[in-house]
């Protein structure tokens, strides 16, 4: 801290304050960017003389902070801390259901005291979804363990520097006192007067841009209608003003007027109607109707009655009968009579 120590004087180091507003001013412009971007900046104070001070101040801007015990591993492992901040969330949907009465008076007593408990520790982080996007602290050397886990994450630091820490690990010192209460409440004040303003800027530009969108709608709906509105306009002047023009007016009335009807109505009528009528009802006619009766009766009569009466009945008749007719009687009575 010796380049911002300006004499000592009874054992006391005295910070220039002239370094002290150089640097309280670029703390201030960056913590304004990062405000005016949409992003949280995280204010760390667990010193008495600025618990209240800090609370009162960063609530009104809407900014998430730490006024008790920091807890270990906030940053680097945030999803656990942020799996505590749910905790307190199921439980108020359980007061908010009905839930608690259902159970007995002792699992009540415990909920509602790690409900406190966490919103004691945790409560003014509750909006914090996401890693801060810079840190602002009051002690640099009690808050340690916050300085590191930034350092780690890479986040910026913000910080109140006083002539017993080490300025060189911190992004943005401000060189003051950090055990004073009315110096805290001086610099918090400046600097939440900044971001405030950022804020501000921030809404303003918003406005802007919903402002711009909305005109932009506006010019882009009147054009339409103006291009929706000319032909309207020019057919009902063509219409009602037919004898007014004698040269140049009747030219523009022949021109548009068969074209639009020749074009639009005889097309539509000539391709869709004689098309469906000629092409779908004499080929399901004729198709189904001839093949389904000149197959099936003719074949069934012709082969199956007179092959049954051919072959069986001539058959049976020619090959018995004659044949023990011829054999037997002339042989018996030309062999016997002459040799007797």
Request: aromatic residues 4%; hydrophobic residues 30%.
């Amino acid at each position: 801290m010796a380049p911002y120590i300006f004499m000592e004087k009874n054992g006391i180091h005295i910070i220039d304050l002239n370094k002290t507003e150089i640097k309280l001013n670029e703390a201030s412009n960056g913590m304004k960017q990062i405000a005016k971007s949409g992003r949280k900046i995280l204010f760390v104070a667990t010193k008495k003389q600025a618990k209240d001070i800090v609370a009162e101040k960063v609530k009104e801007i809407g900014m998430p902070y730490v006024t008790e015990r920091w807890p270990g591993g906030m940053l680097t492992n945030f999803p656990t801390i942020r799996k505590a901040v749910k905790k307190m969330s199921a439980i108020d949907k359980m007061s908010t259901d009905g839930t608690f009465d259902h159970l007995s008076k002792r699992e009540r007593l415990q909920i509602t005291r790690q409900r406190a408990k966490l919103e004691k520790n945790l409560g003014s982080i509750a909006d914090l979804t996401r890693l801060p996007a810079a840190m602002f602290i009051v002690d640099v050397h009690k808050e340690y363990i916050a300085v590191r886990e930034a350092n780690r994450l890479n986040i910026p630091v913000f910080a109140m520097v006083d002539t017993n820490s080490d300025p060189r690990d911190i992004d943005f010192p401000i060189p003051s006192n950090d055990d004073a209460s009315k110096s805290i409440s001086l610099i918090i004040n400046f600097v939440t007067e900044t971001i405030a303003e950022g804020l501000s800027e921030r809404k303003m530009e918003k406005e802007k841009e919903a402002s711009e969108t909305k005109a932009k709608a506006e010019k882009k709906l009147e054009k339409n209608k103006e291009k929706f509105e000319k032909p309207e306009e020019k057919t009902e002047q063509t219409g009602e003003h037919k004898p007014r023009p004698r040269t140049k007016g009747e030219k523009v009335e022949v021109r548009k007027e068969p074209k639009v009807e020749v074009k639009e109505e005889p097309k539509a009528e000539v391709k869709e109607e004689p098309k469906a009528e000629v092409k779908e009802e004499p080929k399901a006619e004729v198709k189904e109707e001839p093949k389904v009766e000149v197959k099936e009766e003719p074949k069934a009569e012709v082969k199956e009655e007179p092959k049954a009466e051919v072959k069986e009945e001539p058959k049976a008749e020619v090959k018995e009968e004659p044949k023990a007719e011829v054999k037997e009687e002339p042989k018996a009575e030309v062999k016997e009579e002459p040799k007797a």
